[in-house]
C-alpha cells in the first residue's frame, strides 16, 4: 500500500498525464526543430528516457551588483516535474554563442560545505572566497570558484534580487550554486549541485496549449 507522499505524487504524476491532448503532440521530424529554448508550461519533453512537464517559467536577468542597470544576458529556469519519479527538478538554459543547458541535482545547506582548510563555511565568506578563486568542498571534492553575478529573478512580473556565486569541480562534470536572496529584508541562501546537459538530449514531446 502506498503511503501519503508517494499516493499524493501518483495523484500528480496521473493527473499530469491526462492534459496531455493528441492536438498537442509533436511529430517526430517536426521535433528536430525545436529545443528547450522553446519550451514554456504545460510543455512535454523527454530527457534521458525520462518524460518531464514544464510546470513553471522564470528567469534571471543579469546585472549590475547593485541591480540598478541590465546587462541584456538572461538565464531561463524550467520548473519542471519527472513523470517517471516524480521528482521536481530545475532545468536551466542560456544562449550564449552556443545553447547551454544544466540541469539541477541536490539541494545542499551550508553544514554539507567546507573551504579548502577544512573549515565550515557560511555566507559571510563567499565574498573572500570569490576574491581569492578559492575552492568549496563537498564531500571532500573540490569545486573551484568560477564565477559571481547579480540578477533580477522574475517569475511573472514580480521581480526579486539575488546574488549568485559559482563553483564548478575539477573535469566540469558538476556545479554548485550559491544563491543569495535578500528581497525579505533578510539574507536567505540556496545552494544546489548541477550537471550540464547535451541540448540535443532533449526531445520535445507536445506542446503546451495555447
Given at each position: 500500500?502506498?503511503d501519503?507522499a508517494?499516493h499524493?505524487?501518483?495523484q500528480?504524476?496521473?493527473?499530469?498525464?491526462?492534459t496531455?491532448?493528441?492536438?498537442c503532440?509533436v511529430p517526430?521530424k517536426d521535433?528536430?526543430a525545436?529545443?528547450?529554448r522553446?519550451?514554456g508550461p504545460?510543455?512535454?519533453?523527454?530527457?534521458?528516457?525520462?518524460?518531464?512537464f514544464?510546470?513553471d517559467?522564470?528567469r534571471y536577468?543579469?546585472t549590475?551588483?547593485?541591480?540598478?542597470?541590465?546587462?541584456?544576458?538572461?538565464?531561463y529556469e524550467?520548473?519542471?516535474?519527472?513523470?517517471?519519479?516524480?521528482?521536481?527538478?530545475?532545468?536551466e538554459?542560456?544562449y550564449?554563442?552556443?545553447l547551454?543547458?544544466?540541469?539541477?541535482?541536490d539541494?545542499?545547506s551550508?553544514?554539507d560545505?567546507?573551504?579548502?582548510a577544512g573549515?565550515?563555511?557560511?555566507g559571510?565568506?563567499?565574498?573572500?572566497?570569490a576574491?581569492?578563486?578559492?575552492a568549496i568542498?563537498?564531500?571532500?571534492?573540490k569545486?573551484?570558484?568560477?564565477?559571481d553575478?547579480?540578477?533580477?529573478?522574475?517569475?511573472?512580473?514580480k521581480?526579486?534580487?539575488?546574488?549568485?556565486?559559482?563553483?564548478?569541480?575539477e573535469?566540469?562534470?558538476?556545479?554548485?550554486?550559491i544563491?543569495?536572496?535578500s528581497?525579505?529584508?533578510r539574507?536567505e541562501y540556496?545552494?544546489?549541485?548541477?550537471?550540464?546537459?547535451?541540448?540535443?538530449?532533449?526531445?520535445i514531446i507536445?506542446r503546451g496549449?495555447?
Open positions: 500500500m502506498l501519503a508517494a499524493k505524487s501518483f500528480e504524476r496521473f493527473a499530469t498525464i491526462r496531455l491532448k493528441k492536438s503532440l517526430p521535433a528536430l525545436l529545443s528547450i522553446d519550451a504545460h510543455w512535454f519533453f523527454d530527457y534521458m528516457g525520462s518524460t518531464f514544464v510546470k517559467l522564470a536577468e543579469e549590475s551588483d547593485d541591480f540598478k542597470n541590465k546587462t541584456g544576458d538572461s538565464i524550467l520548473t519542471c516535474l519527472n513523470l517517471d519519479t516524480g521528482r521536481t527538478v530545475n532545468f538554459w542560456e550564449d554563442d552556443a547551454e543547458v544544466a540541469m539541477t541535482l539541494r545542499l551550508f553544514r560545505l567546507t573551504d579548502d573549515a565550515p563555511v557560511d559571510d565568506d563567499l565574498d573572500q572566497i576574491d581569492d578563486s578559492d568542498l563537498l564531500n571532500n571534492e569545486f573551484w570558484y568560477e564565477d553575478w547579480a540578477a533580477l529573478y522574475y517569475r511573472g512580473e521581480a526579486e534580487k539575488v546574488y549568485m556565486y559559482e563553483f564548478e569541480n573535469d566540469h562534470t558538476r556545479f554548485i550554486t544563491e543569495e536572496w528581497g525579505s529584508g539574507e540556496r545552494i544546489y549541485t548541477s550537471c550540464p546537459v547535451e541540448p540535443d538530449q532533449i526531445q507536445a496549449e495555447s
